[in-house]
């Protein structure tokens, strides 16, 4: 089963951009859609994006569609999530898992990315 390890996070003002990461370690299949979540403090954990391995899908949360663009590089095994226009809001843990449907937890929680945005 691959194992996914998320890096990139830090801390950013409103209105700026970061990209987070997530890799892969052991084989990813065509079936595996890579979703993306969040923890906000106090808060659920909540699906953010995704995108299919295999093709040029893309799903997104009403809340980050048009800010966020997720996108994937098949030779490094990383899929990207591109965030600008940040809020506060956003403020968050965020991981990615690897499943067969969208917005579904497969393979297990990784440490997760801390994502702060300042207002």
């Known amino acids: 089963q691959a194992q996914l390890a998320e890096s990139g996070g830090g801390l950013v003002q409103a209105g700026g951009s970061l990209t987070v990461s997530c890799v892969a370690s052991?084989?990813?299949?065509?079936?595996?859609?890579i979703n993306w979540f969040r923890q906000p403090p106090g808060k659920e954990r909540e699906f953010v994006a995704g995108i299919r391995w295999s093709d040029t899908r893309t799903y997104y949360a009403a809340s980050v569609k048009g800010r966020f663009t997720i996108s994937k590089d098949k030779a490094k095994n990383t899929v990207y999530l591109q965030m600008s226009s940040l809020k506060p809001e956003d403020t968050a843990v965020y991981y990615c898992s690897a499943s067969i449907n969208i917005g579904e937890r497969g393979t297990p929680w990784g440490q997760g990315t801390q994502v702060t945005v300042s207002s």
């Open positions: 052991g084989r990813l299949y065509s079936s595996h859609i």
